[in-house]
């Protein structure tokens, strides 16, 4: 049985302790290979083979609710979400307006000196009424809270829920001892505390709900990504052209598009011309002409041209599917520095119980009367300001925005993990053909000696090369067409690694055609015919950044065949953008040294490794991180899959659905090295954030349990009120939500 992919809507999770119970239970499941939870989405990504029931019911067992997301369409499931959302946010307003209604006139009443103790029979009535309406207010918009709490408890843990059930209830619990037996209590503490447990309860909720407001801009490059998908397609059916949603289009029907209209699915065309601006997919600004045979993508938009096309790849398996679930599944993914903060975060509150309830005996045992009513006070402030629901939000509402930012600048992060190792990179190896060149070699010269033609040289190359996939060998398979040569029918073809090809010809000639390297092992005189050395000739033609390709009759030399490969005409500017950004560049190719420093030369490398087999490039990586480099390896992610592995991170660099997504930990969709710099900008930035936020929220909890407890009372009498810490902790998570919303103002170096 394959491994599957499950997704699960969590209900109830309200802190960071949350995530590391959850995805803990679900990891004991028998059959789950990994589960890991996105808090700002509140979702969970199981996979493996474990049954849903199975895992449905140990989120239950871990006292939080769970329900199936149903494999609908994206385009659906961002529907539902957002009604979702509003529904939730109208709720949470309801219950913010109901808390503060009742919490605000108390608390003026307070401020302007009210009389907040219970000293007659008068107020007990008055007071009494107030706990009454106070209760209300728990019931109608804390009730959540207190469920959460008794849920965990029951399970044998605690949350959030925890902190705010303990310090709301137990101001309520002792107002209301205060206001039915007053004589239990002395004089100078019948002080009663409705105004906080309303207050609390109130501005929590008004925080979860602006929390819920930011959180909801976080995702905007992902529906963006979904707000390319057309609901419809114009399918030719019988001639005739039909209006069909987009789920009835099936591969291999023909569909129209015109001019203004978007792609509905990936497809090849097969009548008619146009331009398609696909930087909504790439970051690609100059719109791409497309003609018979060219394929086009799923979202991009038709500007120019009417064309017909024929589908290709429809529903889940076009390009533009692929990368919305590629973000989605780098969104819900965690980079070390948030798994850090999930460890913590499990044993904090536990711990914050503990200091409450140390604090509280401090006052008891050691501070002025009325000692019962300081030591209430300090218990619920501590539980209430050291609520971590910032430190849930830090890392993934980052990771959230600085993934989507990469994405529409046509970068694919594959994971956190990616995310955050990208922005150590201290190397970059890069490998030449396609990479720092075109990839789309031609040929330049044929020399040829007294015995052989130019043509007679093409006709056997061509016919040696044609089985090939190599660019070098497309170049001149190409040439060969192109000037009409009749192709030489060989046999015998056997690939020799890193050096080239031998082969039979048809009346039986032993064919050799590869580098300098094969000539050497097969003991071929580096002499031509006529007996003129053609080594310099080599070397004029490698200094010229040409790649010189030896051609072999019978065991003598017969010419040579010059290939060039031009560097991209941004490369330099791009591989200047990495070095500024103090990563240090390596050109790496199984081309001849010259040709190689005249390719580093005009792309401004300093170091080369040149003439590596295929097999080998990944034991270079693997000599560069021995010396302690963080290395990022950049190739068209399939002859290079070995070295990729190898690297600390993997970039594949291709352009549109000719790239391999899954083939790297990060995917640059267009074919420039800009995009490149990009992702490690986007990385470190990512990375910044993170910090500032985790920095933010644990500093936040460091200064404010103190002072909660009541540190400061002894050198200044200043004792933090249970309202001003249920605000500041409402609205430290809505400052490290609004912290991360900020990378979405971030812009790479303009290119």
Same mark, same amino acid.
């Given at each position: 049985? =394959?491994?599957?992919?499950?997704?699960?809507?969590?209900?109830?999770?309200?802190?960071?302790?949350?995530?590391?119970?959850?995805?803990?239970?679900?990891?004991?499941?028998?059959?789950?290979?990994?589960?890991?939870?996105?808090?700002?989405?509140?979702?969970? !990504?199981?996979?493996?083979?474990?049954?849903?029931?199975?895992?449905?019911?140990?989120?239950?067992?871990?006292?939080?609710?769970?329900? $199936?997301?149903?494999?609908?369409?994206?385009?659906?499931?961002?529907?539902?979400?957002?009604?979702?959302?509003?529904?939730?946010?109208?709720?949470?307003?309801?219950?913010?307006?109901?808390?503060?209604?009742?919490?605000?006139?108390?608390?003026?009443?307070?401020?302007?000196?009210?009389?907040?103790?219970?000293?007659?029979?008068?107020?007990?009535?008055?007071?009494?009424?107030?706990?009454?309406?106070?209760?209300?207010?728990?019931?109608?918009?804390?009730?959540?809270?207190?469920?959460?709490?008794?849920?965990?408890?029951?399970? $044998?843990?605690?949350?959030?829920?925890?902190?705010?059930?303990?310090?709301?209830?137990?101001?309520?619990?002792?107002?209301?001892? /205060?206001?039915?037996?007053?004589?239990?209590?002395?004089?100078?503490?019948? !002080?009663?505390?409705?105004?906080?447990?309303?207050?609390?309860?109130?501005?929590?909720?008004?925080?979860?709900?602006?929390?819920?407001?930011?959180?909801?801009?976080? &995702? *905007?490059?992902?529906?963006?990504?979904?707000?390319?998908?057309?609901?419809?397609?114009?399918?030719?059916?019988?001639?005739?052209?039909?209006?069909?949603?987009?789920?009835?289009?099936?591969?291999?029907?023909?569909?129209?598009?015109? +001019?203004?209209?978007?792609?509905?699915?990936?497809?090849?065309?097969?009548?008619?011309?146009?331009?398609?601006?696909?930087?909504?997919?790439?970051?690609?600004?100059?719109?791409?002409?497309?003609?018979?045979?060219?394929?086009?993508?799923?979202?991009?938009?038709?500007? &120019?041209?009417?064309?017909?096309? #024929?589908?290709?790849?429809?529903?889940?398996?076009?390009?533009?599917?692929?990368?919305?679930?590629?973000?989605?599944?780098?969104?819900?993914?965690?980079? +070390?520095?948030?798994?850090?903060?999930?460890?913590?975060?499990?044993?904090? /509150?536990?711990?914050?119980?503990?200091?409450?309830?140390?604090?509280?005996?401090?006052?008891?045992?050691?501070?002025?009367?009325?000692?019962?009513?300081?030591?209430?006070? #300090?218990?619920?402030?501590?539980?209430?300001?050291?609520?971590?629901?910032?430190?849930?939000?830090?890392?993934?509402? #980052?990771?959230?925005?600085?993934?989507?930012?990469?994405?529409?600048?046509?970068?694919?992060?594959?994971?956190?993990?990616?995310?955050?190792?990208?922005?150590?990179?201290?190397?970059?190896?890069?490998?030449?053909?396609?990479?720092?060149?075109?990839?789309?070699?031609?040929?330049?010269?044929?020399?040829?000696?007294?015995?052989?033609?130019?043509?007679?040289?093409?006709?056997?190359?061509?016919?040696?090369?044609?089985?090939?996939?190599?660019?070098?060998?497309?170049?001149?398979?190409? &040439?060969?067409?192109?000037?009409?040569?009749?192709?030489?029918?060989?046999?015998?073809?056997?690939?020799?690694?890193?050096?080239?090809?031998?082969?039979?010809?048809?009346?039986?000639?032993?064919?050799?055609?590869?580098?300098?390297?094969?000539?050497?092992?097969?003991?071929?005189?580096?002499?031509?015919?006529?007996?003129?050395?053609?080594?310099?000739?080599?070397?004029?033609?490698?200094?010229?950044?040409?790649?010189?390709?030896?051609?072999?009759?019978?065991?003598?030399?017969? %010419?040579?065949?010059?290939?060039?490969?031009?560097?991209?005409?941004?490369?330099?500017?791009?591989?200047?953008?990495?070095?500024?950004?103090?990563?240090?560049?390596?050109?790496?190719?199984?081309?001849?040294?010259?040709?190689?420093?005249?390719?580093?030369?005009?792309?401004?490398? %300093?170091?080369?490794?040149? *003439?590596?087999?295929?097999? $080998?490039?990944?034991?270079?990586?693997?000599?560069?991180?021995?010396?302690?480099?963080?290395?990022?390896?950049?190739?068209?992610?399939?002859?290079?899959?070995?070295?990729?592995?190898?690297?600390?991170?993997?970039?594949?660099?291709?352009? %549109?659905?000719?790239?391999?997504?899954? #083939?790297?930990?990060?995917?640059?969709?267009?074919?420039?090295? !800009?995009?490149?710099?990009?992702?490690?900008?986007?990385?470190?930035?990512?990375?910044? =954030?993170?910090?500032?936020?985790?920095?933010?929220?644990?500093?936040?909890?460091?200064?404010?349990?103190?002072?909660?407890?009541?540190?400061?009372?002894?050198?200044?009498?200043?004792?933090?009120?249970?309202?001003?810490?249920?605000?500041?902790?409402?609205? &430290?998570?809505?400052?490290?939500?609004?912290?991360?919303?900020?990378?979405?103002?971030?812009?790479?170096?303009?290119?």
């Amino acid at each position: 049985m =394959n491994n599957a992919e499950t997704d699960l809507i969590i209900e109830g999770a309200g802190c960071a302790s949350c995530i590391s119970k959850i995805e803990g239970a679900l990891r004991r499941v028998p059959g789950v290979d990994t589960a890991e939870m996105n808090f700002a989405e509140r979702t969970v !990504h199981i996979v493996g083979r474990a049954n849903e029931d199975a895992l449905i019911g140990a989120v239950e067992n871990a006292g939080y609710g769970a329900r $199936h997301q149903a494999p609908v369409s994206d385009d659906q499931l961002a529907d539902e979400k957002e009604k979702a959302d509003r529904a939730y946010y109208k709720r949470l307003m309801r219950s913010t307006v109901v808390g503060l209604a009742l919490g605000i006139p108390l608390m003026i009443y307070s401020l302007v000196g009210g009389e907040m103790a219970v000293t007659s029979e008068r107020q007990q009535a008055v007071w009494f009424g107030v706990g009454a309406l106070t209760f209300a207010v728990m019931f109608f918009s804390g009730k959540h809270f207190y469920v959460g709490a008794w849920k965990s408890f029951v399970n $044998h843990s605690a949350n959030m829920d925890t902190l705010i059930a303990l310090g709301t209830g137990t101001a309520w619990l002792y107002s209301m001892v /205060v206001v039915l037996v007053p004589h239990l209590v002395p004089d100078l503490a019948r !002080h009663v505390y409705f105004e906080a447990t309303a207050m609390i309860i109130g501005l929590i909720n008004l925080g979860l709900a602006l929390e819920l407001r930011a959180r909801g801009r976080t &995702s *905007e490059a992902i529906k963006r990504l979904i707000g390319l998908q057309p609901k419809t397609a114009k399918v030719v059916r019988d001639g005739k052209d039909v209006d069909a949603p987009i789920e009835d289009v099936v591969v291999g029907e023909h569909l129209r598009v015109r +001019p203004g209209e978007k792609i509905p699915v990936d497809g090849e065309v097969l009548f008619g011309a146009t331009t398609i601006d696909e930087s909504m997919l790439t970051g690609e600004p100059m719109p791409v002409p497309k003609t018979k045979g060219d394929t086009v993508v799923a979202g991009t938009f038709n500007k &120019s041209g009417s064309i017909v096309f #024929s589908a290709t790849r429809v529903g889940k398996e076009t390009a533009l599917a692929q990368i919305i679930g590629m973000v989605k599944r780098a969104q819900n993914s965690k980079p +070390p520095i948030g798994r850090l903060a999930d460890v913590i975060s499990a044993y904090f /509150v536990p711990s914050i119980m503990i200091v409450a309830v140390i604090s509280a005996l401090a006052w008891l045992n050691y501070g002025p009367e009325p000692a019962i009513a300081f030591a209430i006070v #300090s218990a619920t402030t501590v539980l209430i300001i050291a609520c971590p629901c910032a430190l849930g939000l830090a890392t993934p509402m #980052s990771v959230m925005v600085g993934v989507g930012k990469a994405a529409e600048a046509g970068v694919l992060i594959r994971n956190g993990e990616a995310l955050q190792t990208a922005s150590k990179i201290t190397t970059m190896v890069l490998d030449k053909t396609g990479t720092i060149t075109q990839g789309k070699p031609k040929i330049t010269d044929v020399i040829t000696t007294g015995a052989y033609r130019e043509e007679d040289i093409l006709k056997y190359a061509a016919g040696i090369e044609m089985h090939s996939e190599h660019p070098l060998a497309q170049a001149i398979v190409e &040439s060969a067409v192109e000037r009409s040569i009749q192709v030489a029918g060989v046999t015998g073809f056997n690939a020799i690694s890193g050096q080239g090809v031998e082969a039979i010809g048809p009346k039986g000639e032993a064919l050799l055609f590869g580098n300098i390297k094969l000539m050497i092992s097969k003991g071929v005189p580096l002499i031509d015919a006529v007996g003129k050395d053609v080594i310099a000739t080599a070397q004029t033609l490698a200094a010229e950044a040409k790649t010189p390709m030896y051609f072999s009759v019978n065991g003598n030399l017969s %010419g040579i065949v010059a290939v060039t490969d031009p560097i991209r005409s941004d490369s330099a500017s791009a591989i200047k953008r990495l070095q500024d950004q103090g990563v240090r560049i390596v050109m790496i190719t199984g081309d001849n040294r010259s040709t190689a420093d005249a390719i580093a030369k005009q792309a401004g490398i %300093g170091e080369v490794f040149s *003439e590596v087999l295929p097999g $080998h490039k990944a034991d270079k990586i693997a000599e560069l991180q021995n010396t302690g480099e963080i290395v990022g390896m950049t190739g068209d992610g399939i002859n290079d899959a070995p070295a990729l592995a190898k690297a600390d991170v993997g970039f594949a660099i291709g352009s %549109g659905t000719d790239v391999a997504i899954e #083939s790297a930990d990060v995917t640059l969709m267009r074919g420039s090295l !800009h995009g490149l710099a990009d992702a490690i900008a986007v990385s470190k930035a990512t990375l910044q =954030n993170i910090k500032q936020n985790l920095f933010g929220a644990f500093i936040y909890n460091a200064a404010g349990i103190p002072v909660a407890a009541g540190i400061l009372y002894p050198i200044f009498g200043l004792l933090l009120s249970p309202v001003i810490a249920g605000a500041a902790m409402a609205f &430290s998570s809505l400052t490290v939500v609004t912290n991360a919303n900020r990378l979405r103002l971030f812009k790479a170096m303009e290119h």
